[in-house]
């Protein structure tokens, strides 16, 4: 090899070695959540909402904008991961931790099982597809009324203490923490995967899918790889709401679940590990403000904001960091 | 100078005093409301929001002396227990209230209870309609109805004038059980029975089939419990177009499927139809006459209160009772004991109480009929039920 070469193949390795480096900013979500916990003591249990949210809204940023499955269905495994944690509190085993993890694995299931259907389809069609499976779920849960209570939601949940040591209390400072915690090793293990060749692969997949096929990658096995692993991390956001609320009920699986949650990645930036990051609090705080001001019509505030985000920020708020990051480096 | 600084302490002094005195001498009871005020599922919660706001409009004359009320507003967005909840803490939490009302969808007043008890805050239960729900915390009163409540006596007054052989037709989830149980229990106590019963999606209002099934098995009657709304008007509509009317069978149901805000849409279709229900606009009380017009003042004269309107007018009203009797300072165990023996003969809805042991509505069951009055139809109530408990904890009281 000549001494160009081997710098280019050097240089390249350095890059694709820097792509996955933490960056200062990167501890930026984390600092704000616990500085958050300090700064906004009242408002805990809605943070607790938000990391939950924010752990579900990663789960579809893991399929739809790394993987590229269009899907409608997603809370289809927020759903199963909170029925699982909310029957297993129900039938005295209310060991939170446990009930997460088990709720982990039969999302993980579902999304394996389904994913086979649902992986074969393309475009339209899968996102019926998507959409069918949760709609399948939700009138099964409704249906099976003495397992699931049906609509007026399951009965008799008891959460235990985490670790046997800290209650879900009134004021919401152990439900933050541990979604907190949750969200945390999530977001670590989601990090390693987007960057890892596998996640790579996942790219090249929602970018060419023919060219991924012509250069021998298992196309349809990483598709069903990501979509259980997404199911798994949506199981354990469902079970964290089931534990914190110590409650389900059938809207856990409902439609506007998977709809809103996809809004609001739209608004953070899809496909970037942080669009979720920015996105979910963003709509949620907004929703929470307007509703406090206007209980009635906060959604015109809610649609505006998302008029004006589609219309001039194309890739959400982290489209526009990087619009502005480009204009900046070129003055340089 | 001297003379100045002696008068401008005075004057500080005098305003800081007045400053601390002012919450001292003026009491405010803090009520939050959690209903439904937004998306597809809002209807009765504003419908709800009006009736409460209106009350409190109303008599805000007739609480103690320097007492005020301050209303903090809260919107669930649907069947969401969790959003519920959430709002439950923060209000308790963030907001100090004093007491919390409203919750349309069961679910979410569900998961509230275990807050309620832990925090020992009075719930005013203003819709919320199942019936294990007043036993999930001491500290939840309900001044609405349960399913089995209102259709039981439907069966009953069915097997009492000959339409003994009843088909049911039930909404697929838990209110259209209650509402098939309830009526197979009525119907059954005097002497009819349920011939046939089906249940439809809740999702996708295509009611031809079923009804069609219900027409080719001609029994006397049918019952129907659908939520009411848009599907009511589609459920009535399918009801016309396959003539069950002239085929001999007879409807019979619960006001959600006549509600009175979805009457107007109706055309013609739903006159004569029979139905059991705990409140009509068209009820010719004093008090109820008293209280429509206040309410076509306040909101215009094609608006038409409906019995949730009515439950957030009676849950205020049960608050400002409680704020009365203590003169606006109570804790959760002092207003339960309050809330738990109320009893009224001046609500739109005639007399009703709150059952002590239970916490759940002790009210009239009226049977009404559809009726043209001045151009408009309006449900006629012709029988009374009288003082109707809750059916659902009779029969789990008893198999204990």
Redesign the interface.
Known sequence: MTAVAERVVASAAETFARRHRFRWYEALPWLVAVAGYFAFP??L??GS?ILATILFALSVDLVLGYGGIITLGQAAFFGAGAYTAGLLAAHGMGAPVIGLLIAAVAAALVGLISGVVVLRTHGLTQLMMTLMVAVMLH?AA??A?TVT?????L?GMEVGPVFGLFHFD???NTAYFYCLAALFICWFVMRRIVHSPFGRSLTGIRENEARMHAIGSPVFRRRLVAYTISAAMAGVSGAL?AQ????????AL?F?RSGNVLIMLLLGGIGRLYGAFIGVPLYMIAQDRF??ID?????FWIGLLLVLMVTFARGGVLGIVDRVGAVLRRRR | MHVQRTWFYGVAVAALGAVLAFPAAAETVKIGIITT???PL?PPG?SMDKGLTLYAKLHSKDLPKGVTVEII???D???????A??LA??L???DHVNIIGGVVY??NA??MA??MT??KMPFVDMNAA?A?LTTKSPYIVRDSFTLQQISMPMGEWAAKHGFNQAYTVVS????G?DAEDGFKIGIEHDGGKVVGSVRV???NPDFTPFLQRVKDLKPKSLFIFVPGGPQSTQMMKTYNELNLKKAGITLVTTQDLLIDSELPKMADIPLGVVSSGSYSAAATRPANKAFVTAWHKEYGANDVPDFVAIQGWDGMAMIYDLIKKTGGKFTGDEAMKILKNYKTTESPRGPFMIDPLTGDIVQNIYIRRVEKIDGKLANVEFETFPMVKDPWKQMHAAAK
């Open positions: 009242d408002y249990a809605l909402q009138e409704n249906k009324n209570g049906g609509a007026d939601g009965q009134l004021y919401g709401v914190t609320t110590q409650f389900v009920a059938t809207d409902g506007e509703a406090a209980p009635v019509y906060w959604y | 005020y937004s998306g809002a504003i507003r809260r919107d967005t649907g069947i969401a227990p969790d959003v909840k959430r803490q923060e308790i939490t963030r069961s679910p569900l998961a275990p807050v832990e925090a199942a294990v697929d989830y838990a209110p059980w999606p809740v999702q």
